[in-house]
C-alpha cells in the first residue's frame, strides 16, 4: 500500500535535510520535486496541481520558516495537507431511525461489490451489529450464489430472491431485516456503467424506495484514474456518501487514493487491504497520512491487537515469563495470535521507521507456518519440557513437518535464548519487565 509513493518521498526527505532555512525559492524546487513524485504515483494532475499549491502557501509562511529543520517543516505541512487532501476526519456510518438502516453498495462489474459486501458485514457484526445481506444483483450470473456462499462461510444472514427484479428482491430484504431483528441491511446490486441509463435508473429506484443512510461507491484502486472519474460520474447521478477502496495492498502507487476525494467529492470510508474477509478496515486520512509519510501507524496496529490478542491469555503468560518458565504451547499460542493480526509485511510498515529499516528485506508469513508445523509435530509432553527432545526426536519432528532438522535445531535454539533472555528480564524487578506489552502479573 502506498509503497513506491512512500519510497520516493523518503528518497526526497533525505535530500532536504542537508539544507538550511527554506526559503520561498528552495521551496519551490523541492515542490517541483513533489509534484513529478504525486504524477509518477497517478494522482490526477489538477490534484496534485492544486495540493501543492496549498503546500507552497504555507511552506513559505514566517511562522514556519522559524521551525526547526527544512525536512520537519515539510513533513508536517504535507502531512496536514494529505490528510485533508484524503478527507480530513474518518465519518462512522450513518444509522437512521428507523430498523432496519439501509446501505448501497454500487459501482462497475468487477471492482469487488459482492465481496466487499460481506466483509462489510463482518465488519458491521465485529462492532455490534446484527447485518443482513441482499443479494439485488440480478445481471451477473451467480451473483446470488456469490453471496450466499459469502454469508454461509462468514455466519452472515443473506436474503436471495430469485427471478424478481432488483427493487423487489430488496423490498423484500427490507421486509425480512425487519421482522427478523436484523438493524442493519446491506444491498448489494448489479455492476454498471454510469452511461447505462437503464441500470442508472434501477439504482435511483432503490434509492428512492429504500431511503438508503449510506451509498457507497466500490472502486478497484488497482485501475487508478478510472476508479476516480468513475466515482464522479455516479456522485453526480446518485449522491453517492462514500468510497470503498478496493486492493488496497496491491496499489503501490496510490493515486487513486489520493484523487478520489478531491474529483469526486466522496472521501473513502474503507479499505480492503486482502482477500480475506476480516481483511478490511476504516480509512482514518491522518494514519492514511502517516503511512503515505512512512511515519508507520502505531493506533491502527493497537487496534488489531486488541481485536486479536487474548488478554487473559496475555496475563497468563506474563506470569509465566516472570518465572521464564513458558513453553513452546505458550509460544505456538502467541505465534498463532500475532498470526490473526494480519500478514507481517504489513503489520510492520505500521511500526514507525520499520519500512525503512526493513527494505530489502523479504518478510515471509510462510516462516510462521512452518514453526507452527514444527511445534504441531511434537508430541504435548515434548511441547512443555523442550529439553528431552534428543537427535532422534528431533529427526521425527522434522520428518513430521515436512522440514529439516536443521530448521528444528534452529527453532529450538531460538527458543533456548529467549528463554534465557525472558529469566535475565525477569530477575529485574524495576527494570525490562515494566516495559513488557503485558498486563502486570
Given at each position: 500500500?502506498?509503497?513506491?509513493?512512500?519510497?520516493?518521498?523518503?528518497?526526497?526527505?533525505?535530500?532536504?535535510?542537508?539544507?538550511?532555512?527554506?526559503?520561498?525559492?528552495?521551496?519551490?524546487?523541492?515542490?517541483?520535486?513533489?509534484?513529478r513524485i504525486l504524477l509518477e504515483a497517478d494522482v490526477n494532475f489538477a490534484v496534485a496541481r492544486d495540493f501543492l499549491k496549498r503546500v507552497e502557501e504555507k511552506a513559505v509562511g514566517?511562522?514556519?520558516?522559524?521551525?526547526?529543520?527544512?525536512?520537519?517543516?515539510?513533513?508536517?505541512?504535507?502531512?496536514?495537507?494529505?490528510?485533508?487532501?484524503?478527507?480530513?476526519?474518518?465519518?462512522?456510518?450513518?444509522?437512521?431511525?428507523?430498523?432496519?438502516?439501509?446501505?448501497?453498495?454500487?459501482?462497475?462489474?468487477?471492482?469487488?461489490?459482492?465481496?466487499?459486501?460481506?466483509?462489510?458485514?463482518?465488519?458491521?457484526?465485529?462492532?455490534?451489529?446484527?447485518?443482513?445481506?441482499?443479494?439485488?444483483?440480478?445481471?451477473?450470473?451467480?451473483?446470488?450464489?456469490?453471496?450466499?456462499?459469502?454469508?454461509?462461510?462468514?455466519?452472515?444472514?443473506?436474503?436471495?430472491?430469485?427471478?424478481?427484479?432488483?427493487?423487489?428482491?430488496?423490498?423484500?430484504?427490507?421486509?425480512?431485516?425487519?421482522?427478523?431483528?436484523?438493524?442493519?441491511?446491506?444491498?448489494?446490486?448489479?455492476?454498471?456503467?454510469?452511461?447505462?441509463?437503464?441500470?442508472?435508473?434501477?439504482?435511483?429506484?432503490?434509492?428512492?424506495?429504500?431511503?438508503?443512510?449510506?451509498?457507497?461507491?466500490?472502486?478497484?484502486?488497482?485501475?487508478?484514474?478510472?476508479?476516480?472519474?468513475?466515482?464522479?460520474?455516479?456522485?453526480?447521478?446518485?449522491?453517492?456518501?462514500?468510497?470503498?477502496?478496493?486492493?488496497?495492498?496491491?496499489?503501490?502507487?496510490?493515486?487513486?487514493?489520493?484523487?478520489?476525494?478531491?474529483?469526486?467529492?466522496?472521501?473513502?470510508?474503507?479499505?480492503?487491504?486482502?482477500?480475506?474477509?476480516?481483511?478490511?478496515?476504516?480509512?482514518?486520512?491522518?494514519?492514511?497520512?502517516?503511512?503515505?509519510?512512512?511515519?508507520?501507524?502505531?493506533?491502527?496496529?493497537?487496534?488489531?491487537?486488541?481485536?486479536?490478542?487474548?488478554?487473559?491469555?496475555?496475563?497468563?503468560?506474563?506470569?509465566?515469563?516472570?518465572?521464564?518458565?513458558?513453553?513452546?504451547?505458550?509460544?505456538?499460542?502467541?505465534?498463532?495470535?500475532?498470526?490473526?493480526?494480519?500478514?507481517?509485511?504489513?503489520?510492520?510498515?505500521?511500526?514507525?521507521?520499520?519500512?525503512?529499516?526493513?527494505?530489502?528485506?523479504?518478510?515471509?508469513?510462510?516462516?510462521?507456518?512452518?514453526?507452527?508445523?514444527?511445534?504441531?509435530?511434537?508430541?504435548?509432553?515434548?511441547?512443555?519440557?523442550?529439553?528431552?527432545?534428543?537427535?532422534?526426536?528431533?529427526?521425527?519432528?522434522?520428518m513430521g513437518s515436512g522440514t529439516s532438522v536443521q530448521d528444528v535445531n534452529r527453532l529450538l535454539n531460538q527458543f533456548d535464548q529467549m528463554r534465557k533472555l525472558f529469566k535475565k528480564?525477569?530477575?529485574?524487578?524495576?527494570?525490562?519487565?515494566?516495559?513488557?506489552?503485558?498486563?502486570?502479573?
Open positions: 500500500m502506498f509503497g513506491e509513493l512512500t519510497e520516493k518521498l523518503e528518497g526526497f526527505f533525505s535530500g532536504l535535510k542537508g539544507r538550511g532555512k527554506l526559503t520561498e525559492d528552495n521551496v519551490r524546487e523541492s515542490l517541483r520535486d513533489v509534484r514566517v511562522d514556519v520558516l522559524k521551525s526547526v529543520t527544512p525536512a520537519q517543516q515539510v513533513i508536517k505541512i504535507l502531512h496536514d495537507e494529505l490528510t485533508e487532501l484524503l478527507g480530513g476526519n474518518f465519518r462512522p456510518l450513518k444509522r437512521s431511525k428507523e430498523t432496519p438502516t439501509v446501505i448501497m453498495m454500487v459501482g462497475l462489474q468487477g471492482s469487488g461489490k459482492t465481496t466487499t459486501t460481506g466483509k462489510l458485514g463482518h465488519y458491521l457484526r465485529s462492532h455490534g451489529m446484527r447485518p443482513m445481506l441482499a443479494a439485488c444483483d440480478m445481471q451477473r450470473p451467480a451473483a446470488i450464489d456469490q453471496l450466499e456462499r459469502i454469508g454461509e462461510q462468514s455466519s452472515l444472514t443473506v436474503h436471495a430472491k430469485r427471478g424478481v427484479s432488483a427493487l423487489e428482491a430488496a423490498l423484500a430484504a427490507k421486509e425480512a431485516a425487519r421482522l427478523g431483528g436484523q438493524d442493519t441491511l446491506i444491498v448489494d446490486t448489479a455492476g454498471r456503467l454510469h452511461v447505462d441509463e437503464e441500470l442508472m435508473n434501477e439504482l435511483r429506484d432503490l434509492r428512492d424506495q429504500l431511503h438508503p443512510s449510506e451509498i457507497l461507491f466500490v472502486a478497484d484502486g488497482m485501475t487508478g484514474q478510472d476508479a476516480v472519474n468513475s466515482a464522479k460520474a455516479f456522485t453526480e447521478q446518485l449522491d453517492i456518501t462514500g468510497v470503498v477502496m478496493t486492493k488496497l495492498d496491491g496499489d503501490a502507487r496510490g493515486g487513486a487514493a489520493l484523487s478520489v476525494r478531491e474529483v469526486s467529492g466522496a472521501p473513502i470510508r474503507f479499505a480492503g487491504i486482502g482477500e480475506k474477509i476480516e481483511e478490511f478496515e476504516e480509512f482514518h486520512p491522518d494514519r492514511m497520512a502517516n503511512r503515505i509519510l512512512g511515519l508507520g501507524d502505531v493506533v491502527t496496529l493497537v487496534e488489531k491487537a486488541q481485536a486479536s490478542l487474548d488478554l487473559e491469555q496475555a496475563e497468563k503468560l506474563a506470569k509465566k515469563l516472570k518465572k521464564a518458565d513458558f513453553d513452546l504451547e505458550d509460544f505456538l499460542g502467541q505465534l498463532r495470535q500475532v498470526s490473526n493480526m494480519g500478514p507481517l509485511e504489513g503489520l510492520m510498515k505500521l511500526i514507525p521507521g520499520a519500512g525503512k529499516a526493513l527494505k530489502g528485506v523479504e518478510i515471509d508469513d510462510r516462516e510462521i507456518k512452518r514453526t507452527e508445523a514444527i511445534i504441531l509435530s511434537m508430541t504435548p509432553e515434548e511441547r512443555r519440557k523442550p529439553g528431552m527432545l534428543n537427535g532422534s526426536r528431533r529427526r521425527r519432528i522434522a528480564m525477569g530477575g529485574n524487578k524495576k527494570g525490562l519487565m515494566r516495559g513488557m506489552p503485558f498486563p502486570p502479573a
